[in-house]
């Protein structure tokens, strides 16, 4: 399974650091990382634990079997500024997608809403993103970067 991890600037640029972090498993017996992938041992759920830049977040993985997560989140690079929407997934396995079959919610619907994994950026923030299926939730946090300049008057 791939992980990314973004780092965002004060500016609200986003930069891609999934390499220069470091990357644990909260049990190594059920679920191995190393940079940008995860890959499962034994079926169970894990926390798995990036650090960069003296902050650190997790990600929840449910494996069904070796090499096989239950729900992946997937955030595509986008823009995610105010007012645009991005397309989350929520997977079993590699293959099996049931992004509209499972249940959605955000952490704070002033920042975005989140409907069969449409993802809509309403205000500058950062909120969880959480998909639910048979009885298993997978989150990920989504920032909404400040707009930073405007163009010059005419």
């Known amino acids: 399974m791939s992980l990314t991890l973004y780092a965002i600037d004060t500016e609200g640029i986003f930069q891609n650091v999934t390499n220069q972090a470091a990357w644990s498993s909260i049990d190594p017996t059920t679920v191995t990382v190393t940079p940008g992938v995860a890959r499962a ?8 634990i990036a650090s960069y830049g003296g902050l650190t977040t997790t990600a929840r993985i449910i494996a069904i079997n070796a090499g096989q997560p239950v729900i992946l989140r997937l955030l595509p690079e986008s823009d995610r500024r105010a007012g645009t929407t991005s397309q989350a997934r929520a997977m079993l396995g590699t293959t099996l997608d049931v992004t509209p079959q499972a ?6 619907s002033a920042v975005l809403t989140v409907t069969g994994g449409a993802v809509t950026h309403r205000a500058p923030g950062t909120a969880a ?6 009885n298993t939730s997978a989150t990920y946090y989504v920032s909404v970067p400040p707009i930073t300049s405007l163009p010059p008057l005419p």
Not at 41 to 48: A, E, T
Not at 103 to 108: I, K, Q
Request: no cysteine.
């Open 41 to 48: 041992v034994r079926g169970g759920i894990v926390d798995v």
């Open 103 to 108: 249940a959605w919610s955000s952490s704070d």
């Open 129 to 134: 993103v959480t998909a639910t299926y048979n």
